[in-house]
């Protein structure tokens, strides 16, 4: 009954964009920070991003940082995740999950969504 889902993933080419949104239902999203993370085959997920429950506070991995930024709609019950400036090792399913705090570890996170695959090519 706690539901995320992701949406705006597919194929774009290198140096293009995406936005990325995660719908919340079955809980309050003011009470959550939101993390996106990716996967792709054969490595362990990470972490991509990160933003606070009151939104003022955001967090990038390195890889990502400048390209990418992270926002939240409460009222829409939604978190987006702009991409821009893509790049081929962006290629991943990204998820959207939901925490009490953004330091907590990934397995720590209490809910997941189903995934979005983004796959930067030519």
């Known amino acids: 009954q706690s539901q995320l889902v992701e949406s705006g993933g597919g194929l774009v080419q290198p140096g293009g964009s995406l936005r990325l949104s995660c719908v919340v239902s079955?809980?309050?999203?003011?009470?959550?920070?939101i993390g996106w993370f990716r996967q792709a085959p054969g490595k362990e997920r990470e972490r991509v991003s990160c933003i606070s429950r009151s939104g003022g506070s955001l967090n990038y991995v390195d890889p990502v940082r400048g390209r990418f930024t992270i926002s939240r709609d409460n009222a829409k019950n939604t978190v987006y995740l702009q991409m821009n400036s893509l790049k081929p090792e962006d290629t991943a399913i990204y998820y959207c999950?939901?925490?009490?705090?953004?330091?907590?570890?990934?397995?720590?996170?209490?809910?997941w969504g189903q995934g979005t695959q983004v796959t930067v090519s030519s």
């Open positions: 999950a939901a925490s009490d705090y953004c330091y907590r570890r990934i397995r720590e996170f209490d809910y």
């Open positions: 079955g809980f309050t999203l003011d009470y959550y920070a």
